[in-house]
């Protein structure tokens, strides 16, 4: 019997198994230019670029450090790369992974297990940690909706939850082309790696 690819090849070469992932596979510039290029909200945003999974990620870590200052760079790498994963299962809205049931979330959970163990994290993220990148997740959505996704504002409270307003204040989503943001993504990453490990 024939047996299924479960392989995705990168552009740096690598060959990621989708169900035996390796750290030794991943490549943060395979993550940057997947994760720039994977859109959030289906793609039914308002402007003239996809808002990507990439630019999602950078406001995530942004409202972390908001939520948690003086917190380890490490933390802000995880933020940073909490939805690493799509770059290669993509971006499916909260009803779909309902419908899909929990093979997907197994399949983030490897995923995840395996980008974290490539950059020096914890396989599984702390619990505290990761419900505090959970909740700047949720207020990304949140402002993701009001601004660029068509939700007034009641309805996003109603989904997301009321954001801390001195959270938020300032916060404006940005949308750019993929390559400007696969740069500030790789960039970013690259900061952070500095700072754990100077």
């Known amino acids: 019997m024939k047996q299924t690819r479960a392989w995705q ?24 230019h997947g994760l720039a290029f994977v859109a959030r909200w289906n793609g039914q945003t308002i ?60 399949l983030d959970d490897r995923l995840s297990a395996a980008v974290h163990l490539r950059f020096g994290l914890p396989a599984v993220l702390p619990a505290a940690i990761k419900k505090a990148i959970k909740q700047a997740d949720r207020i990304s959505a949140w402002l993701e909706a009001v601004q660029i996704a068509g939700f007034q504002q009641p309805e996003a409270d109603r989904f997301f939850g009321v954001p801390d307003r001195t959270v938020i204040a300032g916060l404006q989503i940005r949308l750019r082309p993929p390559v400007e943001v696969r ?16």
């Not at 090849?9 to 940057?32: C, H, N, Q």
């Not at 200052?69 to 939805?83: C, E, I, K, S, V």
């Not at 799509?86 to 009803?95: F, H, N, R």
């Not at 740069?183 to 100077?198: E, S, V, Y």
Request: avoid cysteine; glycine fraction near 8%; aromatic fraction near 8%.
């Open 183 to 198: 740069a500030a993504f790789t960039a970013r990453h690259q900061a952070l790696l500095q700072k754990i490990a100077p």
């Open 47 to 106: 402007g003239d670029y996809a808002y990507s999974v990439a630019e999602h990620s950078l406001l995530v870590e942004e409202i972390f450090d908001r939520q948690n200052p003086g917190m380890a760079a490490r933390w802000h790498l995880a933020a940073l790369l909490h939805d690493a994963p799509e770059y290669v299962i993509g971006d499916m809205i909260s009803p779909v992974k309902a419908a899909v049931g929990p093979g997907y979330g197994a």
């Open 9 to 32: 090849r990168m552009l740096s070469g690598r060959r990621l198994d989708l169900l035996d992932p390796t750290p030794m596979d991943i490549e943060v510039e395979d993550i940057a």
